[in-house]
Every structure is written in C-alpha cells, then in structure tokens.
C-alpha cells in the first residue's frame, strides 16, 4: 500500500547509506530522453527479475504552508485512476502481471516501484507513462483517499508516542526549512486540503523533465532504453521552476521542548543543524560526520551501545545518527531511551559527555578500522538487494546528486582521519546549533482526553 | 496539459491499452521453466540437519540456524526462550559482551537472534574472505555452544526488556495483538508471547536460563541453512565448524495440539488513541497441512494481497476506513493464528467492524470468482522468481523447509500446487476451517465502551469455551 517513508530512523544502520561501491560496481548505463526523462539502468543477471522505479523531485521539503501533506495525497492518488485506468486498475494489473509494487514520499522525493519478473518490464513502463501525465483525480475518491491519508497519519504519528515526539522535535528544530513539517502533513492542512491543490502539484512537478527512471536487473540496457523511448518518450516536457525553498536561517540559542503524550517510557531526541553534501563548508566534512554517527553507533561495539548501554547502564536504547546526502541542510541526531531508574535528563546528560568526549580527544584508530571494514563488508552485503541498489541512484539524483557519488562514497569515507572527525564535532555539535526534545509520558489509563478529541474532529492528535 | 489531452489521442491510448493487456494475458505461466534453487541437505554427526545452497556471485555467507527452541516452550516461564537467545551475544567461552561485538563488528559481520513460538533463530551475514570469515564463524560457534549467562548482564538485559514491554504497552497495536493470541489460544504455549510478562521477566533465574539452553541448544533439535559462496566442501566444513561443540542431546518434544474455540470471544480495551484497532482470529492452520494451499490462495484472494484484495476493496478503497486492512494465516508446527486486523477513527470502529467481519461472512459463503482465483494465481506464480531472488529470500526458505519438515521439493513444486488449486476446494477449505461464528475478537481503542456499553478494561465480554 502507499505509504510515506517516515523520518530518518536512528537506529538504522548508518553504514547502509547510499553507497554503491568499487568492489561491488557494475556499470550503470546512462540515456536521457528529448522530453528529459533520465533512465539509468544497472543490469545485475543473479535472477530473473527487475525492480523498475520512478523517482519524482517532488517531496514535503517542497510544500508551504497551508497545504502540507499534498505531496503524499497525491502519491495515494497516483493509484486512484488515470484517463484509461480505472480507480485500482494499476494495482489489479501489476498483480496479475506478478509483481509487488508501492511507493513512497519523502522529503524530497516521491518515489513509485514494481518489482516484476524480467519479461515484464513493458507492464511498468506502460503504467508508469500513463500515470505521469495522465492522471483523473476525481472527487470522489480524492475525499475517500484523503480519508485513508489521515487514517495513516493517526497510525504512525498521532498513536505513537516516539513518532509524534519526532514530529514536534521536527518543528521545533527549524525556524523556516520545509524539513520541520512532516511528510505527512499537518493535521489542519489535511483538513482543508482540496482536490485543486492536489491537481496544482500533479501539474507542476509531474512530469518526464523531472522524473528519473532506474531499471536494475536481468535486462539488457539498449532494450531498457528502446522500450522506455516507446512508452515515455511521447510525453510532454512540462516547464518546472526551481522551488523558492525558505532558508534556515542562523540558530541564536539552544531550544528545549516537553512533548506530553500517553506513554509508559520517556524518549530523548536531540538535534544539531549540520550540513549536507552540497552545501558544507569542506566536501570532507559530510563524510566525517557520517564517521562520527558509525563510531558512536554503527553496531554493538560502538560508543552508544558499550559505554550508555552496557557500560553506565544509563540507556535502555541510544543511537545517533546522520544524512550526507539530503535536498537541504539536516540534523546530527542522538536518540534515547532511559534504562530502568534513570531519567530523561541523566540520558540527556551522559549524551552531552560522550559529545564533549569526541570534540576533546581524537578517536581511536582501532574504531575507525572497524567502521571501515563494516562499510566494506556493507558494500558486499548490499549487492543481495536489487532494490536497495536501484534505491541508492534514485535517492541521490533526486536529490541532484550524481549517482557516480555513490561509487566514491566508501573512499572517502576510508578517507577521513581522526582530526576531521574531531573538527566536525567541534564545530557543529554546539549549543547553539541544538535543539532537545524530551517525551513526558502521560497515563495511559485515562481515556477522557482521547475520547473528547474524537468528538471534535477526524485528526486532533493525542495529547 | 497534462491532464487535458485531445479525444484522438485518448482513443488511441486506450485501444492500444486493450490490446497490450490482451498480450500479456497469453502468458499464462512462463516461468515454469525457471530453475529453482538446488538443495542440498546432509546430517552433521552431532544430529543437525543442513540444508545449504551454493551461491557463487557474491563473495559473503548466510547462515540461519533454528532450534525447537521458541516461547511454545517457555512453560510457567513466559519470556524465557526469548532471553535465553537474547543472552547469547551478551558473554560465551571466554569473551565478555564487549568483545563479542569488538569481533563481530570489527570485520563488519551481522549477527541476530530471533524467537517467534515456535524456534529460536540465530542468523550471521558475513564476508567469505579472510579474517572476516573464520572470525565470525569462531564467535558464532562460541555464542550457540558455550554462553556464560552472566549475572551481571542478565539482569541488565532483563531490566531492559522490561523497559522495552512498556513501550510495548504504548502501542494499541501490539497490546490487541498479545490480547488477541490469548484469547485465540487460552491455556495452549501459543497464547503468550514471546517476549514474555513483566512478571515472569522479573522473576527468571540464571540457571532456568542455563538449563534451558542446555535442554535445546542441542545438535538433534537444530536445523542448519547455509547459502553462500561456498562449494559443498565447504559448506559441510561450515557447518562442521558452526554446531560441532553442541552436544547431540534430544529432539524437543511434539506441542501440545490447540483446541478449537467453543464460543465467539469479545475483549474490549480501553486505550487513549485517536483510532481504535480491531482484530479478529482464531486457531487457523499447521505447516504442512493438507488445507495449505486451498486456504493460502483463499486468504491471498480475501486479505493477503495488498492493494487488490477483497477486505482491502471493502474497508479502505470503497469506504476510506482504514490505512491498512489484511488478513493471514501464519502457519506454526501446530496450528497458528488465522488473524484479520484494521485500525479506524474511534466512531467508525463498529462500523468498520461489521465490514470486515461481513466480508468474512460472505467470502466463506461464496467462495471466490473464477476471476479472483485467476487473478490470484497470477499474482502468486508469477511472482514466484522475486521470492526466491535473494540469498536473504533463500536462507530463509531453507529453514523453514528444514525445521517444518517440508519435502526438498517444496519450492520446486510450489507453482504447480497454487496452480491446481480450484474455487472449490477453496470455499470447502474455508468452509470446513474458518468459523465466524467463533471468532476472538479484540478491540483497543477509545471507542471501546461504545462497543460494549459499560466495559471494564480488558473484560472478558462472552465466556470462552473450555479445552
């Protein structure tokens, strides 16, 4: 089913990050149509099978205020008819054609896929062309979709304590950048959201000038190209304008939020503005930083784990993490669960020390070898997913990176040194840049607020 | 424009539409001939059964290895399997936690365990070069046979587990899933989950651990998969290496078989959520049954397959009342759980309730279409090739063909037992084991006293039948 890939969850492993990898690269075949649409195809011949992706530069990073949460509808609505299909009809046919299909929002990108057997690529294409420019949405079931859409949304956040402390975390951390509303929407912007916002942004962003197709599998590229010309190639280029994204402004101070929802345990996050690749001081500085998140949590033998976890005992859980390759600039995270007699503040506190731990003293050779050979053996390992291969180009050229990034990726990072680790913490893990939020648990057992909110309205969230 | 195309163009679209999809309908199955994976099985002499399949391309190995060892076993002791496993990694021979994970992680190896009610799983994802592969084969090796179960680290992982069950307790989800195997399975192992009660964690011994692992943890109760690059020489060497300091010891004995439910069963939970989960289930099938595959493609027809099954049709694409709506049947040594499950806005949840109940109703009444049927061996045969495509995919298969007992040619076969499937024998499958008039169900959610006026928290609304 659709669904939104949510926030950057910390305690995924960091070293799975885009990366493709000399050891493991096969080529990948690069074509762009006349009307834009760039195809990149990466033949992988293990099995008979394809995944097929449509990458759209198009997330919630992109919205403004007052319709957030269209970019998501709108991929519900990508299933809901188009002018040959009826509403399902895309789905019935990818299922009888075998495949597996979804797709999923971000922050910047929205992302569609079937994985097929590989005589049945014609089925995507001829899909995938249809729904890009030719899309129905009609009223009725953009007002039962929009239903759907907030059903989700009280699934993952408003019922889920730790998400929807991201979610305030979120907003408060940012000042201006689109990356402080959740790909989801806001509860009052899904309530007004109507179906000529959804049109509007099907019209502007939707189309083969700002789409990117990968193909990765048993196919031989020239076939891929030929068939992709067939399908997409009589589709208009649309003009696209450069989204006006609302800059961050300077942070002028540490921020602190309580977030009060029904919930057992308390949840610690804390955020530093960092950059990303495209706009960091030094091209080293992203890589360093994603060393730092794999010394401090990249497995078991790592900082958080050995010296909060099974150290001091102080966290039931922690992790950190951070994202080189996003649209805009992000977040260092750290992320935490107080052990049983601890609180939230001595969490917080210990955090702080393991900070001010790798902003003083370089780190230990022996830990960064480690972390290299986890991201070598990580390069090996990913080559059993098919998807996650296709998933790593799509992500980075959405976000107008180059996928020949990922190849370079495991250098570089092999490339940083102990006093570059120590200088991107010195110099982005400050006060200033920080914004900590703490979850405090209210009783599960009263329902009485929960039962009121219902009266008033579909989407009151949880208090 | 894109959405305001001419007629002429529209028409020509969809005749060619028409006749692309009359293409595709030729192919009925081919894929027949595609090769499935060959698998060979062999004993170790200390009574493991291997199931290996070679892997050439890339240069890494999976191993999984299951032990009868799951919380079916547990006894009064809810949680205990679960902890045994999760205390491997924590200190075996001579290595405390932290040089475990210096091993592991130093030459980038994966290592997991895992226990549903049935087995413990304990898997490892490593590179096939040196050093990485005899390091974490040695560490391996050491965790299965020779964990210390130190006090000291003991209790600071049951002190974390009980941390980790209240979060649990956060989820409307997860506290509708636990009420809903208790009420499906009553006094059967299966009823508890696996992750154990507070109680229980908070009361478990070193030695009931211990002894535990003594009991299980043995060559004659385990199953071996192995996919990698690794010619058969290899693997049985691998295997050798893996389980040989695991004494032979006794398979666990057969589990106790689950009664059917006697009554309907009605739980209503009170929880302060925006939406209200319900779930309904009851006793469904065993691995090998002879109903499995007229009740797979059933369900695959009725909840199973996503977007186009007929609950989903029901609940989310005709009436918008829930994100997700599914059902399944997951088979078990005995039989599991048929489940369906749904999560609405508190004042639809009676509404969205008879909705999938209804659907039931009507699905065991009619059975599916032909169309359906078709439709559903399509999709299921046809995407045959992406469940078998992965290393990850075929270990997996691997062991849960060993542990099941499955003929070799299971995966061989598999097309051609969904293809043979009728209508018919679906709705007598359904018909025969599916029972609405004696479901469990299981609401949680604010609306709870709507549903039954006047609920106590996690009342028992219709007595349950005796066993």
Redesign the interface.
Known sequence: ?PRRSIVPRLLLPVLLLPSLATLAATEVHERQLDNGLKILVKPDH????LTSQVWYRIGSSYEYGGITGVSHVLEHMM?QGT???A??EF???V???????NAFTGRDYTAYYQ???N??L??SF?LEA?R??????SEKEF??????????R??RT????QSLTYERFSAAAYDASPYRNPVIGWPGDLEQLGLDDV?DW??LW??PNNAILVVAGDVDPEQVFTLAEKHFGPL?A?TIRPPKTRAEPEQLGEKRLRVQA????SYVLMGYKTPSLADADEPWEPYALEMLSSILD?????RL??EL??GA?IA??AGAGYRAFERLPGLFLFEG?P??GQTAETLETALREQITRVQSEPVDPAEL??VR??????K??E????FYQAMQIGLLETIGLDWRLADTYVDRLAEVTPEQIQAVARKYLTPERLTVAILDPQP????T???A???LG?????R | MCVERQSDRIDRAARRLTAWLAGTLLFTSPLLAQATPEIQTWNTDNGTRVLFVAAPEIPMVDVRLVFAAGSARDGERSGLASMTAAMLSEGAGDWDADAIADRLDGVGAVLSTDVDRDMATVALRTLTRQPAFDTAVDTFATLIARPTFAPGELERVRQNRLVALRQEDESPRSVGQKALYRAVFGSHPYASDPSGTPESIADLKRAELADFHARHYVGSNAVLAIVGALDRAGAEALARRLVSGLPSGEPAAPLPPVPELADAILKSIDFPSSQTTVLAGQPGMRRGDPDYFALHVGNHILGGSGLVSILMDEIREKRGLSYSTYSYFLPLAQPGPFLMSLQTRNDQAEQARAVMLDTLKRFIDQGPTEEELTAARKNITGGFPLKIASNSNIVQYLAVIGFYDLPLDYLDRFRERIESVTAEQIRDAFARRVHPERLAIVTVGASSTQVEAGSATEQVSLARGTH
Request: glycine residues 4%.
């Open positions: 089913m293990r099995a008979p099978i299933f002018e040959r299909l509403p399902g789905s019935r046919i299922a009888e054609n075998g495949g597996e299909e994985n097929l057997a005589d049945r014609e089925v001829e249809e890009m420019r030719h899309l129905k949405l007002l039962k979709e929009l239903e759907v859409v907030k059903e989700e009280r699934m408003d019922d889920d304590p049109r099907y019209r939707y189309a208009a649309e029904p919930a057992k345990e990249g497995g078991d033998s790592a784990s050995r976890v099974r005992r039931a859980s669960v052990a049983k070898e480690r050979n986890q991201v070598i053996a990580a090996v390992f080559r059993d997913s098919l599960l057992e009263s329902k607020q929960a039962a909110n219902t009266q579909a989407s009151t969230h949880v």
